[in-house]
């Protein structure tokens, strides 16, 4: 028998939402075999420590129960076995999100990260899998969807599973219940879309048909002349509930969450802001399939899951899959011109209103993610830069002028094509080049030698320093006129505020606002102003009343002090940019016709 990993993997009981999962290894090593769960989900770059889910875990070597000891807090260590070494274990399931896994009686999902323990020194072994029907089950039957590749069992139906190696197996999440499912075939290439989750007269064949466009758009900007999309086969899995939102990207398929009233329903035409929302989520996901999950940062290839993993290029894998996700909407013809503008200047509204961004580069964001970016608090706005955002603005900015400069002979799409070529397509492949991953000191270098644009000035001021892009200048020869219509005459606290019940409580205070400057803090409970109360609803029309340059008392609560504060109130600079498609002379027009896919 050729050696491999074995699991099994059942849902042994959705009520206390425990997963069973046996792992059974041939050829221990001799001297006692350590295995280990992921501190970290790749996508989602946080220490989430998974091996704190697992509760209860016995070895057996043949028939014989055998010692296990715990090494660290992730790591175990069986006592020496001849083979075959098996173990049992229960992993605790109740996280609703796409980073971990989540069983009850209606469905079960689960990230490889959270159930399958990594065997040492078998990272290279086949891996097989047998997923199993919850025990006892006698309700609606259950169906399986996952991008691995079934080896035994009817399609979508329970079985044998197999993947080439660890990393492989841990990149293919599973979901499990009796989920709504449609396909289509883009390019050839076969899609599933799944939705779990209560969803009346969903329109599955609007949603099929509009991802079809989408992934169609993607897979010939990569692959203009074969128009071969990278994997064999990909799922598009969505757990709906009333209020969520958020993705994860994988080599062959995502999980994604989303809200119930995002979702289309049958004989509804027009594409509202939710549906686009969606829609874009999915174009996101759907383009790491390239930019991320097979043109990696070097930090990533291979991807250590002990610990963090520091790379400078989020900016890149994350910023520039940003701007693709909504520009391959319009390019694909699923929202128009109009649309894709109104999302742009969100982006940017988004992105001028913390101060934040000059304090951080878009590359040191990156390499703080995982201390910062992922671990947001009430001063975020005044400290970090999201390289999600600024880094779409980027991607935009750079877009712009590469086809400014050259005339509309090269673009962004050049860029990301020579990077797919060099370090994506074989990434998988069992060549030489294989696994390699883009080396942060050539970046500037590759970007030239595309394009033939002088990129490091740009690139030290916009990425390593924390200069604005500037997205009126860029936009101009595109025929796209930028305003920011901030209403100074407004008179503003310089906070945001969130309900909490029925009160008003602080979130943000932004440095240097009018709030900053009074002392109020984020956590305080606004009372009153100048003695009229107010509430969780009726800031504004209280505000309403004054203007610029008057001073009000503020009583606040902090935890349960009362205090009073005096404020002068500012003018309100809270960003906010419009952009506009104007009627220009031909060279304008045939330049955004080509960048925004209108020819
Ligand atoms: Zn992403």
Redesign the pocket.
């Given at each position: 028998m050729r050696n491999t990993v074995h699991y099994t993997i059942t849902p042994r009981d959705p009520a206390a939402h425990l997963f069973g999962v046996t792992l059974t290894i041939e050829r221990p090593t001799a001297e006692g075999q350590q295995f280990s769960l992921p501190a970290w989900i790749p996508?989602s770059y946080m220490i989430r420590e998974f091996a704190r889910n697992i509760v209860r875990i016995v070895a057996r070597c043949g028939d014989d129960d055998i010692a296990l000891s715990k090494l660290d807090k992730h790591t175990w260590l069986a006592a020496p076995c001849r083979g075959p070494l098996t173990l049992y274990y229960e992993v605790y399931a109740w996280d609703l999100s796409v980073r971990s896994a989540h069983l009850d009686q209606s469905h079960g999902f689960f990230n490889g990260t959270s159930v399958f323990f990594r065997v040492e020194g078998s990272d290279h072994l086949p891996h097989v899998v047998d997923i199993n029907p919850p025990e006892g089950s006698d309700q609606v039957p259950w169906r399986v969807a996952t991008a691995m590749r079934q080896v035994r069992g009817r399609r979508y139906g329970f079985g044998r599973y197999a993947a080439e190696n660890y990393d492989e197996l841990i990149d293919h999440p599973v979901e499990m219940g009796a989920f709504a499912l449609a396909s289509f075939q883009a390019h050839g290439t076969r899609h599933d879309v799944v939705f779990t989750g209560r969803v009346p007269n969903l329109d599955l064949q609007r949603i099929a048909s509009d991802l079809k466009k989408i992934c169609e758009a993607q897979i010939s900007l990569f692959e203009p002349q074969s128009r071969r999309a990278p994997m064999t086969r990909y799922v598009f899995m969505t757990m709906v509930v009333g209020d969520g939102y958020g993705?994860l990207?994988h080599r062959a398929s995502t999980a994604l969450i989303c809200s119930r009233a995002d979702l289309p329903v049958v004989g509804q035409k027009e594409t509202g802001e939710g549906y686009r929302t969606f829609l874009g989520l999915c174009s996101?996901?759907y383009f790491?399939t390239w930019n991320?999950k097979r043109i990696k940062p070097a930090a990533f290839a291979p991807y250590d899951l002990a610990s963090e993993a520091y790379t400078s290029l989020l900016w890149l894998f994350?910023g520039f899959?940003?701007y693709y996700d909504d520009l391959m909407l319009v390019r694909a013809g699923v929202i128009d011109v109009g649309a894709y503008l109104k999302l742009l200047a969100k982006t940017a509204n988004g992105v001028l209103r913390g101060s934040g961004r000059h304090k951080q580069s878009v590359a040191e964001s990156s390499f703080d993610a995982w201390t910062k970016y992922y671990r947001q608090d009430e001063n975020s706005p005044n400290a970090i830069v999201s390289y999600?955002t600024k880094g779409a603005l980027i991607a935009l900015a750079l877009d712009l002028t590469i086809r400014a400069e050259t005339k509309g002979r090269k673009s962004l799409d050049d860029v990301m094509r020579a990077l797919w070529q060099r370090y994506g397509r074989d990434f998988y492949a069992e060549v030489e080049s294989a696994g390699r991953g883009v080396d942060e000191a050539g970046v500037d270098a590759l970007f030239e030698k595309v394009t033939g644009v002088k990129f490091k000035r740009l690139l030290d001021r916009w990425v390593r320093g924390t200069d604005d892009v500037p997205l009126a200048r860029v936009l101009a020869p595109f025929g796209i006129a930028y305003a920011d219509n901030r209403k100074r005459s407004k008179p503003a606290l310089g906070m945001r505020t969130v309900r909490d019940h029925a009160d008003c409580k602080v979130a943000n205070v932004y440095e240097g606002g009018a709030a900053h400057r009074a002392g109020v803090s984020a956590g305080d409970v606004l009372v009153a102003i100048d003695g009229l109360r107010v509430t969780a609803t009726n800031l504004d029309v209280v505000l309403g009343r004054y203007r610029v340059g008057d001073a009000i008392v503020l009583h606040v609560f902090r935890r349960d002090e009362l205090r009073q504060l005096t404020l002068e109130l500012a003018p309100d600079d809270t960003p906010s940019v419009t952009l506009s498609a104007e009627p220009k002379p031909v060279a304008a027009a045939r330049l955004r016709a080509a960048w925004l896919g209108q020819e």
């Open positions: 996508g993705g990207e996101h996901e790491h991320v994350e899959t940003s999600y």
